[in-house]
């Protein structure tokens, strides 16, 4: 829980700052690459529950689509393309890392686990606390 906090929150923040020191726009205006980490990642936590796979096939789209995004991102920033990489990046780790929290807490049932109602609570609290 404390990589993924610490990953949408490192994210969320690092964005706008990159932004900012590639020359692509001003502090005022920065947090709209905030923005466009936040926004996705909020309202695909709510598309994903309806998409119809199970837990290891979402697994390996979301592994496999961060791996392909990644290596797009790459090739921007290679070809000094930063305003794409402002664009394309926020949203796509957006969407992608917003299913991660239901898979944390998925994974002990996935396994055979009883999860109860407080380890469940702990978990939530854990993630909240970072």
């Given at each position: 829980m404390l990589i993924h906090s610490t990953l949408e929150i490192g994210i969320g923040s690092w964005i706008p700052t990159y932004a900012i020191k590639a020359g692509i726009t001003s502090i005022e205006r920065s947090g709209?690459?905030?923005?466009?980490?936040?926004?996705?990642?909020?309202?695909?936590?709510?598309?994903?529950?309806?998409?119809?796979?199970?837990?290891?096939?979402?697994?390996?789209?979301?592994?496999?689509?961060?791996?392909?995004?990644?290596?797009?991102?790459?090739?921007l920033q290679s070809f000094d393309l930063y305003q794409a990489v402002c664009i394309f990046g926020p949203l796509t780790t957006g969407i992608?890392?917003?299913?991660?929290?239901?898979?944390?807490?998925?994974?002990?049932?996935?396994?055979?686990?009883q999860f109860t109602g407080s380890n469940s609570a702990n978990l939530v609290m854990a993630n909240s606390l970072g």
């Open positions: 709209i690459y905030s923005m466009l980490f936040w926004l996705p990642n909020c309202i695909f936590r709510l598309i994903w529950i309806y998409i119809p796979l199970d837990f290891h096939s979402k697994l390996k789209l979301i592994v496999y689509s961060l791996a392909g995004s990644t290596t797009i991102l790459l090739l992608l890392l917003s299913n991660l929290y239901v898979f944390i807490l998925a994974i002990p049932t996935q396994n055979g686990y």
